[in-house]
């Protein structure tokens, strides 16, 4: 498996790399063990993909190993789906989980860890309903109050426990908590909720329980039982951190850490679950891997390389500060990796019919052009050029502005890999658009063989009318207008209306048409394309993954 390594032994290391090397050294532990939790209600978003390559990658670089956890805890948003989907998408990412769990594999064990806190006096059920609950938690500047039921007896406590899990209380009837400190200054600790009743089908459990312990009373215990070294969450459970080493403590087993480091933000894009999945719901996406979604699962129908993400998730690094990455970084780094390994291909997208009236009827010639100047090994390809071809609208103008470098009544022109050619006259429709531009081609300016002498500026793709083939190209923008939506009271509102632009009509050189679903190429001078899954034999789709240029970037500036 290849991976980064972005510090070698004199760079600067990362506060998590500072951690792990201490603990090496000082003896604290032997191996490094990490883990990636993803709860199955979701496809993995681009900030997971930070998380996978934190974990992996920090236990890859000390030698170490990396478990996959299903933290399934929560049985009526989960599903196996999504269980398969997580796989998947971590296994395109690169990486080989040393383990793959489910913390309902522990339900059992993490019950009789709850028997032990409640028999030592430590854990009660709790009858109060949950406003009664909240009133008597205090404040952050005023201390809690104990329930009425926080002093019953440990022997009460268990039989109430016992008949909680067979079933005997509806939802939300009672609830076990630990009792910690209704003191704190840490509201957590304010004796939180370990189990709560929910009679749901689990995806792996079935029937079996009826009750179901919250995040803070499975993970560290899931953790603890794996022994995993390094457990690392986002920075907004570091107030958990305290009650994670309190279950630990008074249980007595393998003392698993917990690290914080900054969540991972895109700009232009929303990255949570729940809204990815309302996305999907309502309609306004094609489903979890639509090219629009921040997901993997979109990011790889899209064209994405995974090792242009995992370059990307390294280098944007692991800090404590919260952050907002910007969209063209990553989209820096897709072109990076595509420049690479994508053979060029010519596309028209607007096609403007061109006539070269010296060049004879009937005749045909092959010419050859670069399949990536990139990597030399890939060879050439021959094009065929005819006396009909077909140009980008875009590239002829009637009347151009100063320094416009291509094509334009009276102007020259160099046909890429073939030949220069002059613009004598424009024939156009009834509403005034240029449908056929005649032209003159000098023999003797043949790309490689330019005899001709003349120097022009402008360079631009074109294809053979006769031969060109017809294909279904999907241009995507920004899936949200504004920088950050997710931080507005209606994150749909900032939809982009024009995220999703088909053309059902482009054309394509022949050789496009024997492509398969996920094949990549640059159309050139138009971007990195991508073969979508939706193509049938003879009729390839192209979903645009991005464009040679920050576009949008500039169009901004204007
Ligand atoms: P979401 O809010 O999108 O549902 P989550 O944190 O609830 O995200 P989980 O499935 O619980 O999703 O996350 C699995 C792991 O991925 C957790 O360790 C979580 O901290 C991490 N993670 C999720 N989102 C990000 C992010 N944006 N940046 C970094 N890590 C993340
Ligand atoms: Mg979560």
Redesign the pocket.
């Known amino acids: 498996m290849s991976t980064e390594k972005t510090s070698g032994p004199n760079d600067s290391l990362n506060f998590l790399e500072e951690i792990v090397e201490d603990d090496l050294r000082t003896g604290r532990v032997e191996h490094i063990l990490t883990r990636?939790?993803?709860?199955p209600?979701?496809y993995l978003?681009i900030?997971?993909a930070?998380?996978i390559v934190v974990n992996f990658g920090l236990a890859q670089k000390y030698g170490g190993k990396t478990n996959l956890r299903f933290?399934d805890t929560n049985p009526s948003t989960e599903e196996q789906e999504y269980v398969d989907g997580i796989l998947n998408d971590i296994r395109w990412l690169g990486y080989n989980p040393a383990n793959v769990f489910f913390a309902s594999d522990y339900f059992d064990q993490i019950y009789e860890w709850a028997k032990h806190l409640v028999g030592e006096g430590k854990a009660y059920v709790d009858f109060s309903t949950p406003e009664e609950i909240a009133v008597l938690k205090g404040t952050p500047t005023e201390p809690g109050k104990d329930s009425p039921y926080r002093n019953t007896s440990p022997e009460e406590n268990l039989d109430l426990l016992e008949r909680m899990r067979t079933g005997e209380f509806p939802d939300g009837h009672c609830v076990l908590r630990a009792k910690v400190d209704m003191t704190s200054p840490n509201m957590l600790l304010r004796d939180p909720i370990m189990y709560r009743i929910k009679h749901a089908h689990h995806h792996r459990t079935g029937d079996k329980w009826c009750i179901y312990p919250m995040y803070d009373w499975a993970h560290g215990q899931s953790d603890s039982i794996e022994g995993i070294t390094h457990s690392?969450?986002?920075l907004e459970?570091a107030p958990h951190r305290a009650l994670y080493d309190w279950f630990i403590e008074q249980l007595s087993i393998y003392p698993s850490h917990q690290y914080e480091f900054s969540?991972?933000?895109l700009t232009y894009t929303v990255?949570?679950?729940?809204k990815?999945l309302q996305l999907v719901r309502e309609g306004h996406v094609n489903g979890w891997d639509d090219p629009r979604m921040p997901t993997l699962a979109g990011m790889r129908r899209r064209g994405f390389l995974p090792e242009s993400l995992r370059e990307f998730a390294t280098r944007i690094g692991v800090t404590k500060r919260e952050n907002l990455i910007e969209l063209s970084l990553l989209e820096f780094h897709i072109r990076e990796g595509l420049n690479k390994i994508a053979l060029r291909r010519f596309a028209v997208l607007d096609p403007l019919k061109v006539v070269i009236e010296n060049y004879p009827e009937g005749q045909m010639e092959w010419l050859e052009t670069e399949n990536n100047p990139e990597d030399p090994e890939t060879g050439k390809r021959a094009l065929p050029f005819t006396r009909e071809l077909f140009i980008e609208q875009d590239d002829f103008m009637e009347n151009p502005p100063p320094k416009y470098f291509r094509l334009f009544p009276g102007g020259m022109v160099r046909l890429k890999s073939a030949f220069i050619i002059r613009c004598d006259r424009v024939e156009k429709d009834a509403d005034g658009k240029p449908n056929t531009v005649y032209c003159s081609y000098v023999p003797e300016s043949r790309s490689g063989q330019d005899t001709s002498g003349l120097k022009v500026q402008g360079v631009i793709h074109w294809l053979s009318a006769e031969h060109a083939k017809q294909a279904e190209v999907r241009l995507y923008d920004r899936l949200f207008q504004l920088e950050n939506p997710g931080v507005e009271d209606d994150f749909k509102k900032s939809l982009n209306p024009t995220s999703l632009q088909v053309i059902s009509h482009a054309m394509v050189e022949p050789a496009l048409m024997e492509v398969t679903s996920g094949e990549k190429f640059q159309f050139t001078r138009l971007g990195y394309f991508c073969v979508d899954p939706d193509s049938t034999p003879g009729n390839p789709v192209f979903n645009r993954t991005v464009t040679l240029k920050d576009a949008w970037a500039k169009a901004q500036k204007k």
């Open positions: 990636f939790p993803p709860e209600n979701g978003h900030g997971h930070k998380s933290d690392i969450c986002t459970f969540r991972f933000n990255m949570s679950k729940r990815l």
